[in-house]
């Protein structure tokens, strides 16, 4: 079994006594240094799917419906809030987009490493302190010595996001997700911070699951790419296959929003309109009031994911003939 396997997860959210369905048969599988990019433009259920994996779900009115979250050949949803805790931090660990969100301002970066340290190695302050230090040097933070004293608003955005993957990174977790990691940073910023996460994960071999609405980061960063619309995966394959073989229409479409990226390509056209709220009901194809090929089966019954060759799975109606 792989280290990470989401089957036929469904995910739904309690509006007004009625569960609404967000995430939809969402299934997937990653081992050690795998690097799997989620993309899809805002709303389509990027997030939801890594707070369910990471257990971060508990206390909202977000409900996991059907399917299973195999880590370590252990299904997650059946167990108790402290077994995940356990592994949360340990095993698995994520990074936000906004680390001032997840920094505690009152508390010196030193003290917030130390503490992950402290509660998952049961390692005593010294050590602790010592493995920060490592830790900030491994980031690329310049003199650890005394930006491990800073608080958080005085290191810069992209340092900042260093600290979270240091935390992140400090029990050499099998799995890491990072979700929208680098989008509140400019692009040269963001490109060190990426650079920085694949090359520890070269070293630890760590899975990670990056999550980005932006195609050309998930293109350049991950080795396999889910593309999701509207909380379903609608086209799957190893990142060169889905590249040199572009299918599902929304793909193609996002790939049309990178800038610089096959200008040449005439039939590359912008996404017009936007992602449906999760209580809009659309029959058929949850893509078809936005795509240019739409026929008559694609209002009427919603297309399943299916094999186009090896590896690459299309959601669409006409899958095998463009
Ligand atoms: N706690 C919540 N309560 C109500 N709706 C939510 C909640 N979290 C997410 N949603 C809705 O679920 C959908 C998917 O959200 P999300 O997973 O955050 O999308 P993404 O990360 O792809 O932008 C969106 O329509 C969003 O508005
Ligand atoms: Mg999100």
Same mark, same amino acid.
């Given at each position: 079994m792989a280290l990470l396997e989401l089957d036929n997860l469904s995910i739904a959210i309690a509006q007004n006594n009625t569960?609404? #369905? $967000? $995430?939809?048969?969402?299934? *997937?599988?990653?081992?050690?240094?795998?690097?799997? &990019? %989620?993309?899809?433009? !805002?709303?389509? &259920?990027?997030?939801? @799917?890594?707070? !369910?994996i990471m257990g971060l779900l508990e206390g909202s009115q977000v409900r996991i419906t059907a399917g299973s979250i195999h880590f370590d050949g252990v299904n997650l949803l059946e167990l108790d809030t402290r077994q995940r805790r356990a592994i949360m931090g340990d095993r698995m660990a994520m990074i936000f987009q906004e680390p001032m969100t997840s920094l505690n301002p009152v508390y010196r970066i030193g003290e917030q490493i130390t503490e992950t340290l402290q509660q998952h190695r049961r390692l005593s302050r010294k050590n602790a302190r010592h493995r920060a230090l490592e830790l900030l040097d491994l980031v690329q933070i310049p003199e650890p010595h005394k930006r491990i004293n800073s608080f958080p608003h005085q290191l810069s955005g992209g340092q900042r996001q260093r600290v979270m993957i240091a935390i992140a990174m400090a029990c050499d977790p099998a799995l890491l997700i990072a979700d929208e990691p680098t989008t509140a940073l400019d692009v040269t910023v963001q490109k060190e911070v990426l650079d920085l996460m694949l090359d520890l994960q070269r070293r630890t071999g760590t899975a990670i699951i990056l999550i980005s609405h932006d195609l050309g980061v998930i293109a350049r960063n991950c080795n396999e790419v889910a593309v999701m619309y509207r909380g379903k995966i609608i086209e799957k394959a190893p990142t060169?296959?889905?590249?040199?073989?572009? @299918?599902?229409?929304? =793909?193609?479409?996002?790939?049309?929003?990178?800038?610089?990226?096959?200008?040449? /390509?005439?039939?590359? +056209?912008? %996404?017009? &309109? /936007? $992602? #449906?709220?999760?209580? +809009?009901? %659309? @029959? &058929?194809?949850? *893509?078809? #009031? /936005?795509?240019? *090929? =739409? +026929?008559?089966?694609? @209002?009427? =019954?919603?297309? /399943?994911?299916?094999? %186009?060759?090896?590896?690459?799975? $299309?959601?669409?109606? *006409?899958?095998?003939?463009?």
């Open positions: 569960l609404v #369905p $967000v $995430v939809h048969d969402c299934s *997937f599988a990653l081992e050690a240094h795998d690097t799997l &990019g %989620i993309v899809g433009e !805002s709303g389509c &259920g990027k997030s939801l @799917t890594a707070l !369910s060169d296959k889905l590249f040199s073989n572009m @299918t599902h229409p929304y =793909t193609r479409g996002l790939l049309a929003s990178i800038p610089s990226v096959d200008q040449d /390509r005439d039939w590359l +056209e912008a %996404i017009p &309109g /936007r $992602v #449906p709220l999760i209580d +809009e009901k %659309i @029959t &058929g194809c949850a *893509f078809h #009031p /936005r795509c240019a *090929f =739409t +026929e008559k089966p694609c @209002t009427q =019954t919603a297309p /399943r994911l299916i094999d %186009i060759r090896k590896h690459h799975a $299309v959601r669409c109606h *006409f899958a095998g003939e463009f």
